[in-house]
């Protein structure tokens, strides 16, 4: 299983993933600071990229805003209290704007 990698940040209920390209522009970084209402982003990062405000993290508000700032798919607000994940689709046109990722924790029968 993987751990937290680059670009996730883990709180208690909510972890953030945000897309390298999208942290590392900062017209993107200050457009997500910008909007969220709980200051999880801070465009105060080298050169004005993206750090994210990990005490804050538990108080996302799963508002969205984050997902209609940036690119579809680029950021992620994945629920750990219930394992599903705000995103948008990569997909023009689809509907679906959450998915439902709940991890399998490798229950998987090996008979053979
Ligand atoms: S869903 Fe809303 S509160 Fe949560 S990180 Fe995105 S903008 Fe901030």
């Known amino acids: 299983m993987a751990a ?4 996730q940040l ?9 897309d390298a390209a999208v ?3 900062a017209a993107l970084a200050a457009k997500l600071e910008e909007v969220c209402p709980v ?3 801070a465009a105060d990062g080298d050169g004005g990229t993206l ?3 990990e005490e804050n993290l538990d108080e996302c508000v799963l508002c969205e805003l984050c997902l209609d700032a940036a690119p579809d ?12 994940e705000l995103r948008r689709s990569l997909s023009a046109g ?4 959450r998915s439902d990722t709940r991890e399998n924790k490798g229950e998987e029968s090996s008979a053979s």
């Open 39 to 41: 200051d999880i982003f």
């Open 51 to 53: 750090r994210i405000v």
């Open 73 to 84: 798919g680029a950021v992620a607000v994945k629920k750990l209290y219930d394992g599903t």
């Open 10 to 18: 883990v709180g208690l209920f909510i972890q953030l993933e945000v």
């Open 23 to 25: 942290a590392d522009e």
């Open 94 to 97: 689809a509907d679906s704007s």
């Open 4 to 7: 937290a990698e680059e670009g």
